[in-house]
């Protein structure tokens, strides 16, 4: 089975978004790894570029670009004002990073779309979901989280993250709907138990329209069997 650069690049990406959602979280900060990840991503990214001879233009939105010239941007001026150049430099390369990794993501996703990446959110927020039940800690005054340096905020956040790619990625089909369901009601169980009432919120305004859109969209042309299984439920 052939490999492509695109597909070393989406593992790359996934990497740094389970470091930062979950793994930082739960075993604490190892910088080695994440940048490990990203450079996963990058070079991946950069020698596909360098085989394939595409243009940066066509590659990659104006945007992405334009975070790269932020980074320089910011580099070149702020170290006129910083009142720490170590944090100054320490901040733009991670920054650098992160905008180099959006390239990446951009890369990977131009032939697929970027369905790959919504199925990665699901996934880690299903596993943060799992940990917390299974291995979480309890926060005074709030509820469960991953760890006793997780925020509830922060765990309430990649829930709603989950919810909103569960409710992007949602078919017009029962079978579907079911599955997602079920997915959205434990990440929406899982922001009532960390206790963030933000998330919460911001929840409620993802899952409300996506449950009306979608039965509305399966009573009016699904089958009879079908609208029948959407009553049960």
């Not at 932020?70 to 580099?75: E, G, H, K, N, W």
């Not at 911001?202 to 899952?207: H, N």
Request: proline share 2%.
């Amino acid at each position: 089975m052939k490999i492509s650069f695109k597909t070393i690049a989406k593992c790359g990406v996934l990497g740094c978004l389970t470091y930062v959602m979950w793994y930082k979280w739960v075993f604490g900060d190892n910088l080695l790894i994440l940048y490990t990840f990203a450079a996963v991503a990058i070079m991946s990214m950069l020698v596909g570029l360098l085989l394939s001879g595409a243009s940066l233009s066509q590659a990659f939105p104006c945007g992405c670009l334009n975070d790269v010239v932020m980074c320089a941007y910011s580099l070149l001026f702020g170290v006129f004002v910083a009142v720490s150049q170590s944090v100054l430099i320490s901040t733009i390369g991670t920054y650098f990073a992160f905008a180099l990794v959006s390239l990446a993501f951009c890369y990977a996703s131009q032939d697929t779309g970027f369905d790959w990446l919504l199925l990665g959110v699901v996934l880690i927020a299903l596993l943060c979901s799992v940990w917390t039940l299974t291995k979480g800690f309890y926060r005074s005054g709030y509820g469960m989280v991953l760890s006793p340096a997780n925020n509830p905020h922060t765990l309430g956040f990649v829930m709603d993250m989950g919810l909103f790619a569960v409710a992007y990625r949602s078919k017009s089909t029962l079978k579907s709907f079911v599955w997602n369901l079920l997915f959205g009601t434990l990440f929406l169980y899982m922001i009532i138990q960390c206790g963030s009432r933000k998330c919460l919120l911001a929840a409620v305004f993802i899952v409300l329209p996506w449950i009306w859109i979608e039965l509305k969209k399966i009573l009016k042309n699904g089958t009879s069997m079908q609208k029948l299984g959407i009553i049960l439920l």
